[in-house]
């Protein structure tokens, strides 16, 4: 049923003091988690590759080692959503309408409703990084996983891990850990340490307090020592933190590192279309997007995500 006159009753009187219900938006937040491109296909998909391992020793007059196993190890999938909201509004509800600048016919807010479900899509990425998609596909495991798989053959451990066996919460230990971890726990795709730091702390409105003590103190955060506060210089540096009140738990925090992987891809960008029915006189309105949020390799991100 199409917005009627009965929906704005109080709207066709004059007399009325204001009309509200339009209120400020949070600005945009996935654009400081996600690298940004645009997709011309109905799925991407992103190749990890495998390149060579650790020179061997080689005795006087001795074979070379050879190592013919470089190639594609993972495959990422990518597969884009398509996102569409609308409302029919009668005619004498445009016509008898007295506060058309309060309560526009032609725009009941698509646009926030919009931003802020593509606010949820990115979160969702985090939300849910402890759950393996099968969709994504890549090395086979979750996001945030303690045992993802290292191609055979290569000169590191079998696994590696961007979250710790136990998960903890955020403090000026386990935030200083979780940076060391990123610089000399993450290998490449054939077992060589790479070279990697956290740059940004990503958390949740409940941690604000514990994040602001942890990156802005002078001194060592929690002490009376006169130690310096090492959190912004060790292993890196993190200096800044990104806040995202669209994540379903208050418990976990992520630490953004320097590598590429959190990826949002634009395949149409959002657009509103208009038209009147012949045959009701209604006013249609629909708005219309298409996109995903995503991941292709998870050493973009380090996560704790404690349930208490």
Do not use: C
Not at 11 to 22: A, K, M, Q, T
Not at 200 to 207: A, R, T
Request: hydrophobic residues 35%; aromatic residues 10%.
């Amino acid at each position: 049923m199409a917005i009627n006159v009965a929906a704005i009753r109080d709207l066709l009187l004059p007399g009325l003091r204001g009309v509200v219900g339009e209120y400020k938006q949070w600005p945009a937040i996935w654009p400081k988690l996600f690298d940004q491109g645009k997709s011309e296909l109905s799925q991407e998909r992103t190749a990890s590759m495998r390149f060579l391992p650790l020179a061997q020793l080689k005795t006087d007059g001795g074979q070379t080692a050879f190592d013919n196993n470089a190639g594609e190890a993972f495959v990422y999938n990518q597969l884009h959503t398509g996102i569409g909201l609308g409302y029919a509004i009668t005619r004498n509800t445009i016509s008898d309408n007295l506060y058309k600048a309060q309560f526009r016919p032609s725009n009941l807010g698509l646009q926030r409703s919009f931003a802020q479900t593509k606010e949820i899509y990115a979160a969702a990425v985090f939300n849910n990084a402890t759950t393996y998609d099968t969709t994504v596909g890549g090395d086979g495991v979750s996001l945030l996983n303690t045992a993802h798989p290292l191609p055979a053959g290569g000169s590191g451990p079998a696994t590696w891990a961007n979250t710790p066996t136990t998960q903890v919460d955020l403090n000026e230990t386990t935030l200083l850990n979780g940076m060391i971890a990123i610089q000399t726990g993450l290998y490449d795709n054939a077992g060589l340490r790479m070279m990697a730091t956290g740059k940004v702390l990503v958390i949740h409105p409940n941690n604000e307090p514990v994040a602001i003590r942890l990156i802005r103190a002078e001194l060592r955060p929690g002490t009376a020592d006169n130690d310096p506060n090492v959190i912004p210089s060790v292993a890196g540096g993190i200096s800044e933190y990104v806040k995202n009140v669209f994540f379903t738990s208050p418990f976990p925090w992520y630490i953004k590192t320097d590598q590429p992987g959190l990826l949002y891809l634009e395949r149409e960008p959002f657009e509103i279309d208009m038209q009147v029915d012949f045959t009701t006189d209604n006013l249609l309105v629909k708005g219309w997007e298409r996109y995903s949020y995503n991941y292709n390799d998870p050493r973009s991100i380090w996560g704790s995500t404690p349930t208490s």
